[in-house]
């Protein structure tokens, strides 16, 4: 540990233009599938004498130089050209930029950072911004403007840092941000420390209930992970995955772990990320409860999958059931993959309102969905149909749906069979645990009856 380097701002100048700063990644990690879902730069000295000086020695003397502009234009540069790099390998890898506080007071910053992407030919959704909660309370006017100009043009924003500010919690509902990231220091020890996996588990479900995504820093074991998998976070970052490391050998860390392959096109144009519905911690516990994720396919939900597709007259059919990451396809019709990411799904979409179908006629001419890499290119889904599987709570864990490769439309009468169909699912998922509850000693007398009598 070096320490707040005492540096003048020619030298750190000189560092930039001798190209003594370089940017380091590290990936996050969906908690279910493994799978890289960004990565984050984090800025690194190669000093000539000091050998690798880290930012926590350099960023405050940066700060207080005024070459913060500097080193942050430097770092969104370097993203913005390895994220098109990236692409144009077949690797979708978001990247993640730190805003302090000066810039983020600077009403330019968002046209800046649209040139940048222009300058890279990358979409908005290459670069995501993380600001901590203390430097959006420095000025919290000027920086409110800044981060709605920013969500508007499409950035994905993340509140770093999470719970060591010391700012009200009004102010996150409030913020245009759809990620929170937990700082590292409720996580390091999440395992042992029962007031930290406290801390953890609210923070998770008051993200959630606002509508956002959670990911926790600093986690660094496998115990640590299934506990956050427990406790229904989203996405992780930290050294049990990776540390930091320079892009060659982060390209090579997600060649080696990378297990769903990015579809060529998610470059044409503006795809969102999934909608998370308000009630998701609870969705996700009842979908846990089934124990239903990644088991072999039986007969009847591969009947309903087919009957669904025959009474709507559509090639394709599934019963998909959406997790925290992705979309796994319980039984399916005339598709090639068991499972894709959540920010693909369709399915996403309709448990958001598990009360109405969701009916896509024509995807193309839809913009949740234009853009969708299951859209432009294969299975080439024009129309789509969902019911929810709706638990008796009423939380939804996933669709029985129908697909087309052509848009069309349905009756009423074949909407009707689709959600009953979709009743039929839920209540076989709601038998067979029960029966699974009974087999393991755990019913209540009456659910025995109940068993015993069906
Ligand atoms: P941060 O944004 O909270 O970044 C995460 C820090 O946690 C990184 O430290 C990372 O190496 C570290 N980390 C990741 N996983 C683990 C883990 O499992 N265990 C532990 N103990 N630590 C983990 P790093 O790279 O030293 O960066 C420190 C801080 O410097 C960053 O904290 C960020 O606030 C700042 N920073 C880095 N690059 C930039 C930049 O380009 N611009 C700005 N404004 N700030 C930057
Ligand atoms: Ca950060
Ligand atoms: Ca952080």
């Given at each position: 540990m070096q320490g707040d380097l005492k540096v003048e701002a020619a030298e750190l100048r000189n560092a930039i233009a001798a190209g003594q700063i370089i940017v380091y990644y590290q990936p996050k990690v969906g908690l279910f599938t493994g799978q890289a879902l960004g990565v984050e730069a984090l800025v690194r000295w190669q000093h000539p004498k000091r050998g690798l000086v880290f930012?926590?020695?350099f960023i405050p003397a940066a700060e207080r130089s005024g070459v913060m502009t500097e080193l942050t234009d430097f770092v969104l540069d370097q993203a913005a050209g390895q994220y098109a790099q990236w692409q144009a390998n077949g690797i979708?890898?978001?990247?993640?930029?730190?805003?302090?506080?000066s810039s983020l007071v600077n009403a330019a910053l968002p046209d800046k950072i649209t040139a940048v992407c222009n300058r890279h030919g990358i979409s908005h959704r290459g670069l995501a911004l993380e600001i901590t909660e203390t430097s959006v309370m420095a000025d919290s006017k000027a920086a409110v403007a800044v981060l709605a100009a920013l969500a508007e043009r499409g950035f994905v924003m993340a509140i770093d840092d999470f719970g060591t500010g010391f700012s009200s919690l009004a102010y996150l509902a409030k913020l245009p941000v759809s990620v929170v990231k937990i700082d590292k220091s409720f996580v390091l020890d999440v395992v042992d420390n029962d007031a930290d996996a406290h801390i953890v588990h609210g923070i998770i479900e008051l993200v959630h209930g606002l509508g956002k995504h959670v990911v926790a820093e600093g986690v660094e074991s496998q115990e640590a992970l299934d506990l956050l998998l427990l406790m229904g976070c989203d996405q992780g970052q930290g050294y049990h995955w990776s540390r930091p490391v320079p892009a060659a050998e982060l390209t090579a860390w997600v060649t080696k772990h990378q297990h769903v392959i990015t579809v060529a096109g998610h470059e044409t144009g503006m795809f969102t990320r999934a909608p998370i519905p308000a009630n998701e911690a609870k969705r996700l516990a009842v979908l846990q409860r089934y124990r239903i994720l990644d088991t072999a396919c039986e007969a009847i939900f591969d009947e309903i999958a087919a009957v669904a597709a025959k009474v709507?007259?559509?090639?394709?059919?599934?019963?998909s059931l959406v997790d925290a990451e992705r979309q796994w396809f319980k039984a399916r019709?005339?598709?090639?993959?068991?499972?894709?990411?959540r920010d693909l799904a369709f399915c996403a979409h309709t448990i958001m309102d598990p009360t109405h179908l969701l009916v896509v006629n024509d995807a193309t001419t839809d913009e949740r969905f234009a853009a969708n890499p299951l859209?432009?290119?294969d299975p080439n889904i024009r129309f789509y149909a969902g019911a929810s599987l709706v638990a008796p709570d009423g939380s939804a864990v996933g669709t029985l749906c129908v697909i087309d490769s052509k848009p069309r439309r349905l009756s009423v009468a074949q909407l009707k069979v689709l959600r009953q169909l979709a009743a039929h699912v839920i209540a076989i998922f709601e038998a067979k645990q029960q029966?699974?509850?009974l087999?393991?000693?755990?019913?209540?007398?009456?659910?025995?009856?109940?068993?015993?009598?069906?």
């Open positions: 930012p926590d020695d979708d890898l978001p990247v993640a930029v730190n805003l302090s506080a709507c007259g559509t090639p394709m059919s599934a019963v019709v005339g598709l090639k993959v068991a499972e894709t990411t859209v432009t290119g029966l699974a509850e087999a393991q000693g755990r019913a209540t007398p009456g659910q025995r009856e109940l068993c015993l009598a069906s």
